[in-house]
C-alpha cells in the first residue's frame, strides 16, 4: 500500500512545518503593564498585554539588532469628560529608543535590584512598578479620532496636560502566562495579547 508511505510522510511534513513555526513565532514571554490616573472623580485604570518575541530566526542571536520585538496595542486609559491619557509603544522622551518596551521587564525588574537574563523573565511572579525614564511616552488626545491631536504629556506633571486634580499614580509591570501560542485564547491557554 503505497498510499499508506505517503500519507505517513505528509503527516511527518506538516509536524515539522507545524512544530517550526511554533518555535519561530511564539513568544518568549508576556506581561501586563498597568496605568492608575487619579482624577477628580476617582482612580482610572487600564491595563494592556504585550507580547515579546526574540529573533530565533535562523542566525538570530536573540538581541541586537535584529532582536526581540513587541506586539501590543498602546494602552488607553478613559479619564471621563472627553479626558484620556494613552501610553505608547514608545520608550521615554528619547524618539531613537524605539525598541525600549522590548527590553521594559529587564530593565524594570533591574531598578528594584533584580537582574535577570532575558531567558528568566518569564519565571518571574512579582509585580514591579516602571517609574522615572522607564516610564513609557504619554500623550493625551484632543480628539481621540485625530491622531495630530496629540499632545505629549509630562508623568511628573500631568496637570498641565489635563488639568488640576489629575496625577500618574503609577505604572506597574507583571509578567503573564505566556500560554500555547498560537493557541493562547486565555484562561489556561496563556493571556492573549492586547488588540484594541
Known amino acids: ?52 518575541h526574540p529573533n530565533r530566526a535562523y542566525g538570530g542571536s536573540g538581541s541586537g539588532p535584529a532582536g526581540p520585538r513587541i506586539k501590543g496595542d498602546a494602552v488607553f486609559v478613559d479619564l471621563g469628560n472627553g479626558r484620556n491619557l494613552t501610553a505608547l509603544l514608545l520608550h521615554g522622551t528619547n524618539p531613537a529608543e524605539t525598541d525600549g518596551m522590548n527590553y521594559l521587564p529587564l530593565r524594570a525588574f533591574a531598578a528594584t535590584g533584580r537582574r535577570i537574563d532575558f531567558r528568566d523573565v518569564k519565571r518571574q511572579t512579582q509585580t514591579v512598578s516602571v517609574t522615572g525614564e ?17 499632545r505629549v504629556a509630562d508623568p511628573a506633571n500631568l496637570p498641565a496636560a489635563l488639568g488640576q486634580g489629575f496625577r500618574l499614580r503609577g505604572i506597574s509591570l507583571q509578567i503573564v502566562p505566556s500560554g500555547f501560542w498560537p493557541l493562547d485564547f486565555g484562561g489556561a491557554l496563556g493571556e492573549p495579547v492586547t488588540r484594541d
Open 134 to 150: 522607564l516610564i513609557p511616552t504619554l500623550v493625551t488626545f484632543a480628539d481621540v479620532a485625530n491622531p495630530v491631536s496629540a
Open 1 to 52: 500500500m503505497n498510499w499508506k508511505k505517503w500519507i505517513g510522510l505528509a503527516v511527518l511534513l506538516a509536524a515539522l512545518v507545524i512544530g517550526e513555526r511554533t518555535y519561530l513565532y511564539r513568544p518568549d514571554h508576556k506581561y501586563r503593564l498597568t496605568v492608575d490616573v487619579e482624577t477628580p472623580d476617582g482612580v482610572r485604570s487600564a491595563s494592556g498585554v504585550f507580547s515579546v
